[in-house]
């Protein structure tokens, strides 16, 4: 079974800062990870997302994850973080092709600090 | 706007009350899934359609059930509702087609409340 961790609930960064937000899953195959973000009272919006190929994926926002399969990671990072970017993050993960349930880490609330 | 629409917004109903919860998925995507999120029980996977059929369950109760129509739309029945029923309930939508391209697009999500 698959499964996800997301490391802290709240992550609180200055404005500017660097944005890290932990992700660990398991998963009996190679992995689909994702990344989606939560704005209040919205859905969800996908961020990034790795299949195959490249392991460092660039995302909308300035976002970016690196696939670490020795790690089994799949951090979030933006090199500076605006007020805009204050919202709750969740890392999600598929196993494969005709099995594409997402599950869903606990979820992390990001505050920007100005 | 992710192209999924689902309808209604908010919904309050009452304890052992029935309601259906409606979702439209993006034009061209034959695969509907619904997610229900709780304080408690936070992301969860529900049920996938593919087309019409039933392709994947997870964690959904006997008294919910769901179903998607010709036109690709789907509804999710919730029946004997509880109190934590409670929830935002979100449906998303996928082409279902090439695993490396495929990404699920999620509505805005209904709000149940159960009084």
């Known amino acids: ?114 | 706007d992710s192209g999924v629409t689902q309808t209604p917004k908010h919904l309050i109903t009452a304890t052992g009350q029935r309601v259906t919860l409606r979702c439209s998925p993006r034009s061209g995507d034959l695969s509907v899934y619904w997610y229900q999120q709780s304080l408690d029980q936070g992301l969860q996977f529900l049920i996938q359609y593919y087309n019409g059929e039933e392709r994947a369950k997870g964690n959904i109760l006997e008294r919910f059930s769901a179903q998607q129509f010709p036109d690709l739309h789907s509804e999710l029945n919730l029946s004997s509702l509880e109190l934590g029923d409670s929830a935002l309930y979100f449906c998303a939508s996928s082409g279902y087609r090439d695993p490396s391209t495929d990404t699920q697009y999620f509505g805005p999500g209904t709000r149940l409340t159960v009084l």
Not at chain 1, 39 to 47: C, V
Request: glycine share 8%; charged share 15%.
């Open chain 1, 1 to 114: 079974a698959q499964s996800v961790t997301q490391l802290g609930s709240h992550v609180s960064v200055s404005e500017g800062a660097l944005v890290l937000l932990r992700c660990n899953y398991s998963s009996s195959v190679p992995p689909y990870l994702f990344w989606y973000v939560q704005y209040p009272n919205q859905g969800l919006q996908l961020l990034l997302k790795y299949t195959t190929g490249a392991t460092l994926v660039k995302g909308i926002n300035g976002f970016e994850a690196e696939f670490k399969k020795s790690e089994t990671s799949f951090h979030l990072t933006k090199p500076s973080a605006h007020m805009s970017d204050a919202a709750e993050y969740f890392c999600a993960v598929s196993e494969s092709f005709g099995n594409e349930k997402l599950t869903f880490g606990t979820g992390t609330r990001l505050t920007i600090i100005p």
